[in-house]
């Protein structure tokens, strides 16, 4: 058997056993849209109008069980654009010009590709900010590293990840993530 032969069975069996139809972790709270007030007071400001999720340009946004945004990264990622906040008329979206949008950051599951020995590089050719890089290791195949300071959370990488590995979570350290 030659290497493109064993990497790709390799590949497929890890894809079989973790792969894309396999559930993502899903957060234990809905991410809100940018410029969401903190979580109490957003649950009482949003009247779940839906007017933010109609206005975003990206289709990201769709309404939870009580119509109010969550963010939806298979769909797409965030550009940050403003525009679901500048449609909020209950005050649970506002953006403050100086203020970062929100605190979400990605961060790359065990069930990555790279980190099972297997080649791929998708989430950082999805990454215009940098913000994802592969070290340099002692293994055949580098590992995903995302430098947390210039991760805005907008998702471009999740979607497109075959092995659904990548999390979005609000948080800057680079820990482990179940999954």
Not at 59 to 77: N, Y
Not at 116 to 130: D, F, I, K, P
Not at 134 to 162: D, K, M, Q
Request: glycine share 10%; proline share 10%.
């Amino acid at each position: 058997m030659n290497l493109t032969s064993y990497l790709a069975n390799k590949c497929l069996a890890f894809l079989l056993d973790s792969g894309p139809g396999r559930s993502r972790p899903r957060p234990l709270q809905p991410m809100r849209p940018p410029w969401s007030a903190k979580s109490a007071d957003f649950a009482s400001l949003c009247d779940g109008c839906g007017l933010c999720i109609i206005a975003c340009p990206e289709k990201i946004l769709a309404g939870d069980d009580k119509g109010r945004p969550r963010v939806d990264f298979a769909a797409g990622s965030c550009t940050f654009c403003g525009a679901c906040a500048q449609s909020c008329h209950t005050g649970a979206l506002s953006p403050e010009p100086a203020a970062a949008p929100w605190a979400v950051k990605a961060f790359v599951s065990p069930g990555c590709l790279a980190r099972n020995n297997v080649l791929c590089r998708t989430c950082a050719e999805h990454c215009s900010g940098g913000a994802i890089i592969f070290a340099n290791t002692t293994t055949a195949v580098p590992a995903p590293v995302i430098l947390s300071g210039r991760c805005t959370g907008c998702g471009a990488c999740f979607a497109p990840c075959p092995a659904g590995a990548i999390v979005m979570r609000p948080g800057t350290q680079p820990t482990e993530v179940s999954g």
